[in-house]
């Protein structure tokens, strides 16, 4: 099982990114997986999470209206769509997977699998 999580950068206040998380080993509809995030000197925070059986999503309250968790079967690709980005949300992305579900995931964010981040920095 390897999770690849892409597409971090530098963003304006306000601005967009959209995460990948490529996933090889497995298929999507086996796992939960979940994003989740980490700034330097905090603890991790749950950010949002796709079950494996039926596509459901979850959000932290933090990012909820502004974030978005997808996948793309085909691809065996999650995605996370982050707009109206705030400098809050600066930190390391990774993405996880199996998790003991989505929603306890939210709380703690851990899972069986994760790979290495991605940076996403908010500043003017």
């Known amino acids: 099982v390897q999770l690849q999580a892409s597409g971090g950068g530098s963003v304006q206040p306000g601005g967009s990114l959209r995460l990948s998380c490529a996933a090889s080993?497995?298929?999507?509809?086996?796992?939960?997986i979940g994003w989740f995030r980490q700034a330097p000197g905090k603890g991790r925070e749950g950010v949002s999470c796709?079950?494996?059986?039926?596509?459901?999503?979850y959000y932290a309250d933090s990012v909820k209206g502004r974030f978005t968790i997808s996948r793309d079967i085909a691809k065996n690709t999650v995605y996370l769509e982050m707009n109206s980005l705030k400098p809050e949300d600066t930190a390391n992305y990774y993405c996880?997977?199996?998790?003991?579900?989505?929603?306890?995931?939210?709380?703690?964010?851990?899972?069986?699998?994760w790979g290495e981040g991605t940076q996403v920095t908010v500043s003017s």
């Open positions: 796709i079950s494996g059986a039926d596509g459901s999503t």
């Open positions: 080993g497995f298929t999507l509809d086996a796992y939960d």
């Open positions: 996880a997977a199996d998790p003991p579900s989505c929603r306890a995931f939210i709380v703690v964010p851990v899972g069986h699998y």
